[in-house]
């Protein structure tokens, strides 16, 4: 995680938020090549997702009218159980505390503590569940070795901020903890404006911001963040049809931009919300162990109920050929864009011994993107700085950079020219040689096999177009 967080900054995709301040913890900024790959990345959803004859897409305001998120239960359940150590005045998540004292017990060999404690906590759910588990088991502060806890409560994880002039409590709104609601909210206005029958869905990406208490892993948990959320509308009895068919899609999603089966799974919810008939989490393998990185739900028609329920608006659909009215069933895809950039980066990153132009062999950092997500698609690169070579190659650089993100190196052997670019995953390089001035062809160099073929300059364009364009089956 490391090596991959130093190239990250280094080459300039991801960092630390206002870093010449020190930092603010849980924020992260994209650089040069970071967001080309999160525009990519975002891309390839929307198209995914969009490109279709049942989905429609919406980008709705992150501020939202305040009794959103009371419907929603956010106001009441998006929190988290906290407890604080009164000598050490760490604050913890008490469910992770006992957690990782469960993770002790088990390498100190005391296994059946642990079991028993794990046991106790998959049924807790009151604050007062989770204080007597700490207490009872005796659980240490892992900071001052104390055991001088406050209650458990709970903490809101939804930032607030003010509307207007006046800070009193008419006037909070809150940052959205989540896209979904956005789409929700404005389901009456697309159903109508677009004139939809059941089944369809509703399409968006958005910033989503939640003060988590442990920000984590690089982006892997982070305050602000970016979602990418889809709720379909079905008819009631279709839930599981659908619910199996979005799965399937968004699993062969990873697929389709280069993850191999063996980093990612699929893993049902241990406890379903009281109105889910279905929910899994499709999981990544990261470098520190397994993480979710998209939810697919069936969440019933209780979102869109509570919504009709606290806004006084139907929000009923009436069947054309029947007539019958019903609230839809809603099946939920969502994965955070930043997270799942996040797995993407982790799976490319890859080091190989390879072999150098002198013969010699030597460590080679490759990011194995698939070209779609590349950040940068081609490198154009003059053999010497002479001779000709720099015009003709800035001319092809040109040509190309109307089409595709290209970049311009001619500094250093060719050799470290190429390794920069397998360095932030190009995945073609474009070599103006000696030859190229006598028959106008270039070599091209394929980054993950390293093989180089001849074209000629006026079949680049046609060359790159087939290679670089949207998988048809993403
Ligand atoms: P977590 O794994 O953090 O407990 P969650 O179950 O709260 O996530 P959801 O509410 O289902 O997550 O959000 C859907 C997706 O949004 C997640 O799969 C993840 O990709 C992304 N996401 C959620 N919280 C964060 C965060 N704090 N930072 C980055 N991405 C997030």
């Known amino acids: ?127 007062d569940d989770y204080y007597r588990i700490i207490v009872e088991a005796n659980i240490p502060d892992p900071v001052s070795g104390t055991r001088d806890w406050t209650p458990v409560r709970y903490f809101n994880l939804m930032f607030t901020t003010h509307v207007g002039p006046i800070q009193d409590s008419s006037s909070i709104v809150y940052l959205r903890p989540e896209t979904a609601q956005g789409i929700f909210v404005n389901f009456r206005n697309v159903l109508d404006s677009s004139r939809r029958k059941l089944p369809f869905g509703i399409a968006q990406i958005g910033k989503a911001f939640r003060n988590e208490i442990n920000t984590k892993y690089f982006l892997y948990r982070t305050r602000e963040f970016e979602q990418m959320e889809m709720q379909y509308f079905v008819p009631p009895g279709k839930e599981q049809e659908y619910f199996d068919y979005w799965l399937e899609q968004r699993y062969k999603w990873f697929l389709s931009l280069g993850m191999s089966r063996e980093v990612l799974r699929i893993v049902p919810h241990e406890k379903l919300a009281h109105y889910a008939t279905a929910a899994v989490d499709i999981e990544f393998k990261f470098p520190f162990g397994w993480g979710e990185i998209e939810g697919v739900h069936s969440r019933t028609d209780y979102d869109l109920r509570r919504h009709q329920e606290y806004s006084g608006k139907r929000l009923e659909y009436t069947d054309p050929f029947t007539g019958e009215k019903y609230i839809p069933y809603v099946i939920e895809t969502s994965v955070g864009a930043t997270r799942s950039l996040m797995a993407f980066l982790c799976h490319a990153y890859t080091e190989e011994d390879a072999p150098t ?52 190196d001619d500094s250093g052997a060719i050799g470290r020219r190429y390794r920069r670019q397998d360095e932030i995953g190009t995945p073609y390089c474009v070599t103006i040689d000696g030859q190229t001035l006598d028959d106008g062809t270039v070599t ?8 180089q073929e001849r074209i000629p300059t006026e079949r680049l364009v046609e060359y790159f177009s087939a290679k670089l364009s949207p998988n048809e089956d993403a």
């Open 1 to 127: 995680m490391d090596t991959i967080l130093s190239l990250a900054k280094r080459r300039g995709f991801v960092f630390q938020s206002s870093e010449i301040y020190g930092g603010l913890n849980g924020c992260w900024d994209f650089g040069p090549l970071g967001v080309e790959l999160l525009r990519n990345l975002k891309e390839q959803w929307w198209r995914a997702m969009t490109l279709r004859d049942d989905v429609e897409g919406l980008d709705a305001a992150i501020l939202m009218h305040p009794r959103t998120w009371e419907a929603s239960g956010h106001v009441e359940q998006f929190a988290d159980p906290m407890i604080d150590n009164r000598t050490s005045k760490a604050r913890y998540r008490a469910d992770t505390l006992i957690e990782e004292f469960i993770d002790r017990l088990r390498s100190k060999g005391k296994t059946a503590d642990a079991d028993a404690l794990s046991e106790k906590l998959r049924t807790a759910s009151s604050p």
């Open 357 to 408: 132009a002198d013969g010699g062999r030597e460590k080679r950092t490759v990011l194995r993107f698939h070209p779609l997500l590349a950040p940068v698609k081609i490198a154009v690169l003059p053999l010497v700085n002479k001779e000709g070579m720099p015009e003709r190659a800035r001319a092809i650089y040109r040509d190309l950079l109307r089409r595709w993100k290209a970049q311009y």
């Open 444 to 451: 091209v160099r394929e980054r993950d096999s390293m093989m």
